[in-house]
């Protein structure tokens, strides 16, 4: 049977609505799993019931982190966060985590997992971790704009077979202090953490990066959703 993936939702605030982008359902699809946009809620066994139902999560890209859960105020102006996605977001990884479900996060997912984990983010890049690499690029998404070297002792490169990526890229945050738990799979040239997994789980992997856009064209990005969707059967 196809495993069920449970998709976190995106949230458009001048809409008032949950939204998703294609590439995120269409990647697990063609990965052979079936995925499940979960919705908002508040209620606490709710979410985890879904969580119960569902063989994978995929925490996917969209509103900054707020910085409170890292305990640091918000640089004014700078962050666009989204409390009650924070607030899902919890529920369900906590409950992913207790049942050893597969989890793959997508480019806020990486985020959200080390700072849910005990780690923290630089709130804004240009601000606070200034370089030369590429880490908000303009459309199409699906173009590589910087490499990331992927460590070889990791499970990445076990599924890749490469120490160089190139990568799409389009955020203004990122890891900053890994959480306890998590080791680092790839980083960028200007030295942030741009894939991340916790060793001895069955499978729980984060990139920095845009699977979703690239993975008609990428077989590397494909082969993140396949090993994904296989550890989620």
Known sequence: MKPIIGVMPLWDEEKDSIWMLPGYMDGLIEAGATPVIFPFTEDAEEAARLVELCGGILFTGGHDVSPRLYREQPLPGLVSCCEKRDALEGIVLQRALELDKAVLGICRGIQFI?????????????????????????????????????????????????????????????????????????????????????????????????????????????????????AAK
């Open 114 to 230: 080390n700072v849910s984990l005990g780690g923290s983010l630089y709130q804004d890049l240009p601000t606070q971790h200034p370089s030369g690499v590429t880490h908000r690029q303009s459309a199409p998404y699906d173009v590589p704009v910087h490499d990331v070297e992927i460590r070889a002792d990791s499970p990445l490169y076990d599924c890749l077979k490469t120490r160089r990526l190139a990568v799409n890229s389009c955020h203004h945050q990122a890891v900053r202090v890994l959480a306890p738990g998590l080791a680092c799979m790839a980083a960028s040239p200007d030295g942030l953490v741009e894939a991340l997994y916790m060793p001895g789980r069955r499978f729980l992997w984060a990139v920095q990066w845009h699977p979703e856009f690239s993975y008609k064209t990428d077989p590397d990005s494909r082969r993140i959703f396949n090993v994904f969707v296989d």
